[in-house]
């Protein structure tokens, strides 16, 4: 009797693993997908906040090993405004080009005609967000 609810045990703990892990992948997804939106977003209204007297080029999202990035891009200087760390199970491929930028008023993005980023977990299931270069994020 120990034998069997030691083995269901284990196999529960399994089961929560997994679908902790999807969660977590689930999650890192939109919130990529959330940062490009907001990326987008400030760049159609013009937002700036240090550009100061420089040009607003846009604003991008850089991405990183462990780690992705909302930059305003002015000019001649982009500014990290805040930078998300994947969790520790996570992992992400680079786009290209990277950063992904959205310029200003509604000029489109800098990629030629779309990139990928692929988001990973530990139990090898994968999640793909593509930018397309009209700036339409899916």
């Known amino acids: 009797a120990i034998s069997i609810m030691t083995i269901m045990f284990g196999m ?3 089961a929560y693993r997994n679908v902790a892990s999807k969660q977590s992948l689930d999650q890192t997804t939109s919130g990529v997908i959330q940062t490009l939106a907001q990326a987008q977003a400030n760049a159609l209204s013009g937002k700036k ?3 100061a007297s420089e040009i607003l080029a ?7 090993a462990g780690n992705y ?4 891009a002015c000019l001649v200087t982009n500014y990290v405004v805040k930078t998300i760390n994947y969790p520790v199970q996570i992992s992400g491929t680079l786009p290209s080009p ?31 967000i593509t930018v397309s270069n009209t700036g339409e994020i899916k």
């Open 49 to 51: 906040i240090n550009c």
């Open 69 to 72: 990035a909302l930059e305003e």
């Open 12 to 14: 529960g703990m399994v």
């Open 98 to 128: 990277n950063p992904i930028l959205f310029r200003v008023l509604s000029r489109g993005t800098n990629i030629s005609v779309s990139t990928t980023i692929t988001l990973n977990n530990s139990q090898s299931l994968t999640k793909s």
């Open 58 to 64: 846009g604003w991008q999202v850089r991405f990183a």
